[in-house]
């Protein structure tokens, strides 16, 4: 007992680290900064809050509450909650009951039966057992450890989508709001085009415009009224698509049109590296390396004998009073299972549990490539895009000094109206890709927030906050 006891601590799961991957000091594309405290430890909180929406804060909600995919995620991770149960089951000793009461005839030609055996009789039993695994080799240990890092895994991949949705429903949010600034545009284009081919047609009745004239006029009209349905075409198709992920059918679900610009956010200027191990999906593939590493023990253990205490007692007669004292049986003593031959299957299962611990690594360190990947894309988006803006803004400027010259040197005869269509259909292009460029803007801020694992706020005290990173 003095050995079994010596060797009950033991582990056959190799010593876990966590899959070793180069981790840069700094994002290339994020600019000069300092380490950040992202304190996390903290709720990362309502992080589409920093749009300043009503609305969206209310589609956000309600994501949690009836998204059909989120609530898939719950129920496995219940159900990983649930396996991890039954592994810390094991780790306790077993007892159950057992009765039974049975009226039997034996055979007459029964072998070796006595003549004074009677033929019908009676077998009563009431009995208990229990039983206790020493978890010598670490097997059940090992096997509790797997089941706790896969439900972490769970919990983590919950977090995930959780943040997935909330990202793609404030994505679709932003193209939404930018299809209503559009759509704004053009109807007060259309409306001015419309005064326009009025205007047009009435100088021509007047014999001061040509028949070319209005025919442009008309046609541009007309162009504008098209492109107009289109966007009303393309806006109720993200309506829809934002139902979906709020759980409504899109048949009762409207969201009103709202073309008022939304604010950009400020990008933070010190995402830190380790701020990359926030993201739910790299902290679901390295808790499932860690349930893998301990696999490896429980397949390990399955090579050294399996050792169990246990005992039974009860009471057992074939007929009259059962509980009394001549009655009872009991048996008390260890046990111990050892597999000599399984052609090989015990290794095999060994193979197994190290290529699954190799493979989870492996997915780990990919996991946190794309995780970098992603960061650095959206803090070169956010830079770029930011120039990019304010050239659009001077090009949409300059638009509209044209058009206004143009149009009025028309009206004083200086030009024909080829100049004011070409100036108008410049000033048109040059706002509408002015709105798009500020929807994707929006769209990089909320990917660049779900990137970094979720917004964050940092401490701030008296001396203000502690680094010059910005809180999302």
């Known amino acids: 007992m003095l050995a079994l006891a010596s060797v009950a601590g033991c582990s056959l799961a190799p010593p876990y680290a966590r899959p070793a991957i180069d981790v840069p000091p700094a994002f290339k594309e994020g600019g000069p900064w300092r380490i950040a405290d992202p304190a996390d430890t903290r709720p990362r909180g309502d992080w589409w809050t920093v749009f300043d929406d009503p609305v969206l804060n209310g589609l956000e909600a309600r994501v949690a509450a009836a998204n059909s995919t989120l609530a898939g995620a719950l129920s496995r991770y219940d159900q990983a909650q649930a396996y991890l149960a039954v592994a810390e089951a094991g780790a306790g000793p077993q007892a159950e009951i057992d009765t039974s009461f049975t009226r039997n005839r034996q055979s007459d030609n029964r072998p070796l039966r006595s003549a004074d055996q009677p033929s019908f009789y009676g077998a009563n039993t009431i009995s208990g057992m229990f039983s206790y695994e ?55 284009t259309v409306a001015a085009y419309a005064q326009a081919d009025v205007l047009n047609r009435r100088r021509f009745e007047g014999g001061i415009a040509s028949g ?96 169990t205490l246990g005992g039974s007692g009860g009471f057992q007669n074939t007929g009259g009073p059962l509980l009394t004292g001549g009655n009872t049986l009991w048996s008390i003593g260890p046990g111990a299972v050892l597999a000599l031959l399984d052609g090989g299957r015990r290794r095999a299962q060994l193979a197994i549990a190290r290529a699954a611990r190799e493979l989870a690594a492996d997915e780990y360190r990919a996991t946190v490539l794309q ?17 990019e803006a304010a050239a659009e803004d001077e090009a949409v400027r300059q638009a509209g000094i044209t058009e206004q010259l143009s149009l009025h040197r028309y009206v004083e005869g200086a030009s024909t109206y080829l100049d004011v269509v070409t100036a108008q259909t410049t000033a048109l292009r040059t706002r509408r890709a002015a709105i798009v460029l500020r929807g994707r803007r929006l769209q990089t801020s909320v990917n660049l927030i779900g990137a970094t694992g979720g917004g964050w706020v940092q401490p701030v005290d008296a001396q203000g906050p502690r680094s010059t990173a910005a809180a999302l």
Do not use: C
Not at 152 to 163: E, M, N, P, T, Y
Not at 371 to 387: C, N
């Open 212 to 307: 070319l004239d209005t025919s442009r006029s008309g046609a541009q009209l007309k162009e504008a009224e098209a492109e107009r349905d289109d966007v009303v075409a393309s806006r109720a198709l993200i309506e829809h698509a934002i139902a979906s992920l709020v759980g409504t059918p899109a048949s009762s679900f409207t969201l009103a049109a709202a073309p008022a610009a939304l604010p950009i956010p400020a990008t933070p200027v010190g995402v830190p590296s380790t701020l990359l191990e926030r993201r739910p999906d790299v902290a679901a593939a390295e808790r499932r390396v860690a349930a893998a590493n301990a696999e490896i023990g429980v397949a390990r253990a399955a090579f050294f004998p399996a050792i």
């Open 371 to 387: 995780a970098f990947q992603e960061v650095e894309d959206d803090l070169a988006l956010s830079a770029h895009l930011a120039d």
């Open 134 to 188: 020493l978890d010598l080799w670490g097997r059940v240990r090992n096997a509790v450890a797997a089941g706790r890092a896969a439900a972490q895994a769970s919990d983590a991949d919950v977090a995930a989508i959780k943040l997935s949705l909330q990202g793609e429903v404030a994505t679709q949010y932003m193209r939404l709001r930018g299809y209503d600034q559009e759509l704004k545009l053009l109807e007060d």
